[in-house]
Structure formats: C-alpha cells, structure tokens
C-alpha cells in the first residue's frame, strides 16, 4: 500500500510538473514560428538559423512531456477498476492505430490465438502500441515482419512481440526500460520513456517484461499478465 502511496504521489507530481512546463515551451514555439513565417528572419540567415534551433529544440520538450505523461498515468493504475480485456480485439484496434505507419514501411504483424486478461484497456492499448511502434521505427532494411503470440503459463500469460530488426546488444537488453534510454540514439528519437512506461503498465498488471536478442536476429519482447 506504501508504495502504490508512493508512486501515486510521484506521478501527481510529474503531471503538474509537465502542465506547467508546457506552456512556456509551446509560447516559444508558437512565437518562433510566427517569425520565421513573417518573413523577417528570412533577410538574416544566421538569425533564421537560431529561431530553428528554437523551434526544434521547443518540439523535442513537448515531446519529452508527452512520454513523461504517459509514464506518470501507468503509475496511477489501480488494480481495483480492472475489467475483462479481450487482447485480439484490442490488437485489432491497435493495427489500426499503428496501420499507416505499418503500410508505409511495408510491414506486416501476424498474430496466433490471444486470450482475455483482466486489466486497463486503456494502458494496455498503449502497451502493444509501444512494442509494435518499436519494431517498426527501428527496423532494418528489410520490411518488418512482426510476430505475437501469447502461451499459458501456469498462473499467468506470456506474451511475445518479434521482429525481425536488426537486434539489441545483449548488454543492453535491460537497460532499455530505464526511463530516458533510447534504443537509438539519433535526432529523430522519441522521449526515451516507451520502453519505461511499458514496464510500468505490465508491473502493475502483476506482471513481468524483459527483451531478448535471438540468435537467429531481431528482437523479442516478452511479458506477462495474470490467467483469469
């Protein structure tokens, strides 16, 4: 009980931390980029130059906010509002959420007989969202061919999610979920909290998820969620 107390106290604080902070970052990016379609900045390149860097650097704030949200949400779930959660439907609604971005890395997700679980509909959409927008955003060359599957195991269910990308260093496997990591580290990388929400929406489902690097490539992402 202490801890949940504590984690409901920590994501309290994280969301007014982020409302507060997002006003001022959108002030700034809503007047850089006013100037920068006025015009004015036009006649001065080095002047048009900074402005970008602000209006960039504003974006990746909102961006950051956006996954400490979501993280503070998964910390506020309570097992006691749990309803029945049917996963292949809510795959279904998940491929389409994630269907343009699937169709235009020419991708595609197969997916064996998934059961019904007790949990947040809601956290655990964002949940297999996370995983699949993962293996689609860091694909390799190939197209991403994504698999998941679910398996009964004693008491719980354990779910798969694999791909055929190019791998995570298995020194590195754990440390993904630590808030704030990225699996790749470029200009175009998220908040670095995906992976860190995901472990909160499955901890506090009761369950457990780690990721692997198969010998025969890609990575696979496997967690677990109670048996009704």
């Known amino acids: 009980m202490e801890d949940r107390k504590t984690d409901r106290e920590i994501s309290d604080l994280l969301l007014r931390a982020c409302h507060d902070l997002r006003t001022p970052s959108r002030a700034v990016r809503t007047y850089s980029e006013l100037i920068l379609k006025d015009g004015a900045a036009g006649r001065n390149a080095e002047m048009e130059h900074r402005l970008g860097f602000l209006v960039d650097g504003a974006r990746k704030i909102d961006v950051i906010l956006d996954g400490l949200v979501n993280y503070s949400l998964a910390l506020q779930i309570d097992p006691a509002g749990f ?42 959409t964002q949940l297999m969202e ?39 260093d298995a ?49 696979t992402f496997r967690f677990t969620i109670p048996a009704l």
């Not at 795959?91 to 389409?96: A, T």
């Not at 020419?106 to 809601?122: I, K, N, R, S």
């Not at 190939?142 to 055929?164: G, K, L, Y």
Request: neutral net charge; hydrophobic residues 40%.
């Open 83 to 124: 309803q029945r959660v049917r996963m292949d439907i809510l795959l279904r609604g998940v491929l389409m959420k994630v269907g343009v971005a699937l169709r235009e890395a020419g991708g595609e997700v197969e997916a064996g007989e998934l059961p019904e679980v007790t949990g947040q509909h809601e956290r655990l």
């Open 130 to 168: 996370q995983l699949l927008r993962n293996a689609i955003e860091h694909r390799g060359e190939a197209a991403p061919r994504i698999q998941v599957e679910a398996m009964r195991q004693d008491n719980a269910w354990q779910f798969t999610v694999h791909d055929n990308g190019p791998g995570i």
């Open 171 to 219: 020194d590195y496997l754990e440390r993904i979920f630590l808030p704030f990591e990225r699996l790749h580290k470029t200009a175009q990388s998220g908040a670095g909290m995906g992976l860190a929400t995901c472990r909160a929406i499955v901890e506090r489902h009761g369950g457990r998820i780690h990721a692997e690097a198969p010998a025969g490539g890609g990575t």
